[in-house]
């Protein structure tokens, strides 16, 4: 299994631009979500979805929007970069329900200029 | 939401075990206790978890006081490839907490030779 994947794992952008981090994952996981790690600190959570259609915003939410129209796809939009979006960002997946292990992709590198 | 509280910092010798601690005061009698770690410039990886009992898995082992309160998780022997952030997190059942997962800054283990 490929487990969680990410992509790009590099990306610089200019700042104003926009651009699409994709996330996919292919353990059948209800949940997943979008997480960004700036230095020195512990994981933010951006968004996360449930299901299929269902979305809602974690604690850094501003500056990115996500859809879910598939189980396997999580992608995060930057709409408008900025230089404050320069971060690692982490995709996610499990099982819904408490017991169920994280399952985390490989990171993706933002740097905005 | 519940919280843990983590030493920022633990130190130990190759081969000798590690205990590190967790603590959260706040937790429910649903809420499971998971531990991740985070190699440098990797994703957080699942290291175990548990809700009552005391768990073994081929990495660790998971400590739980009797009143759920604080948590250790004892790495047997600790090899250089040990070295690493751990995080000590709360997942809980009740609707979105089960989702919105906090990563505080974990616990920076450094392995000496």
């Known amino acids: 299994n490929a487990g969680v994947t990410q992509t790009p794992k590099f990306q610089v952008l200019k700042t104003g631009q926009s651009m699409t981090l994709q996330c996919a994952q292919d353990m059948n996981h209800e949940y997943m979500s979008w997480y960004r790690q700036d230095p020195g600190m512990g994981l933010r959570l951006i968004h996360y979805s449930v299901g299929a259609g269902i979305t809602d915003q974690g604690e850094v939410p501003n500056g990115y929007n996500v859809s879910r129209s598939t189980t396997e796809d999580f992608p995060l939009r930057l709409l408008s970069a900025a230089p404050s979006q320069t971060s690692v960002y982490f995709c996610?997946?499990?099982?819904?329900?408490?017991?169920?292990?994280?399952?985390f992709g490989e990171g993706s590198w933002l740097t905005v200029v | 939401d519940a919280k843990t509280t983590q030493p920022n910092s633990m130190e130990s010798n190759e081969e000798e075990p590690v205990h590190l601690p967790c603590n959260h005061s706040t937790i429910s009698g649903t809420d499971y206790i998971h531990w991740y770690r985070q190699l440098p410039s990797q994703g957080p990886e699942y290291v175990i978890h548990g809700l009552t009992s005391n768990v073994n898995n081929r990495m660790a082992s998971l400590a739980i006081a009797e009143d759920r309160k604080s948590s250790t998780l004892i790495l047997h022997r600790a090899t250089l490839r040990d070295a690493a952030v751990y995080y000590c997190?709360?997942?809980?059942?009740?609707?979105?907490?089960?989702?919105?997962?906090?990563f505080g800054k974990g616990t920076l283990l450094t392995v000496n030779p």
């Open positions: 997190i709360l997942r809980l059942w009740s609707g979105g907490s089960n989702y919105k997962l906090t």
């Open positions: 996610a997946s499990s099982r819904s329900g408490p017991g169920n292990t994280i399952y």
